[in-house]
């Protein structure tokens, strides 16, 4: 009897770590496309925002932190993950036969969150080796080749944040069989909105640039 409840209680101790550091990733990157935001109001309040950041050594505190959570995150999650592609192909056939909606969004976490597992260090590196950060600075990487980047890394961070947090109210019960129409409704806008605040951020920095 124990030898079965063991592994329960490590999968039950995963499943809540997995969930835990995926809200707090979502929380990061909500604060972060917000305080980017501001440059479409006003480039001199995003370098303020981002000069408090750095006299503070938040920014270069939260750096290495954050990376180490999606590390964290990431590790514990691909032990769900088909990694090959037999296993995938599998995974595609029995979700086609399911019709269910909600694995094919766990297929989209699946491809964002590898897009996210290495863009993440190569934004990180070049924007903390670049100090101070400013949007002077961004312009300059965008005109430098990295707006085709940003033009593939922003969906996928959007789509795997709101997608997460969906499925974390799916899995502990907040969203239930007959609010799920209006969850993903929501999903949808909030994940649109924030993708045309990312874009709209790009497009102001590019324009400073």
Request: proline share 3%.
């Amino acid at each position: 009897m124990t030898s079965n409840r063991v592994p329960l209680e490590g999968k039950t101790r995963l499943d809540f770590w997995q969930a835990a550091s995926g809200a707090l990733l979502a929380l990061f990157v909500c604060v972060h496309l917000v305080l980017e935001g501001t440059v479409v109001i006003s480039p001199a309040l995003t370098n303020g925002i981002a000069w408090l950041l750095e006299v503070t050594w938040l920014a270069q505190i939260a750096a290495p932190v954050i990376l180490l959570l999606i590390v964290f995150h990431f590790y514990i999650a691909a032990r769900k993950m088909p990694f090959r592609a037999h296993e995938l192909g599998i995974f595609v056939q029995h979700s086609k036969s399911l019709k269910d909606f909600d694995t094919w969004l766990w297929l989209v976490q699946v491809f964002t969150a590898i897009v996210i597992l290495l863009g993440a260090f190569y934004h990180v590196y070049t924007v903390m080796t670049d100090l101070p950060i400013n949007v002077a600075g961004s312009a300059k990487r965008l005109h430098s080749g990295w707006l085709a980047f940003y033009v593939v890394f922003l969906p996928c961070v959007i789509l795997h944040t709101g997608i997460g947090i969906y499925r974390i109210a799916v899995k502990f019960g907040i969203c239930t069989k007959s609010s799920k129409p209006q969850w993903r409704k929501w999903t949808w806008i909030v994940m649109a909105c924030y993708l045309l605040l990312g874009a709209l951020a790009l497009t102001r920095a590019w324009f400073q640039g």
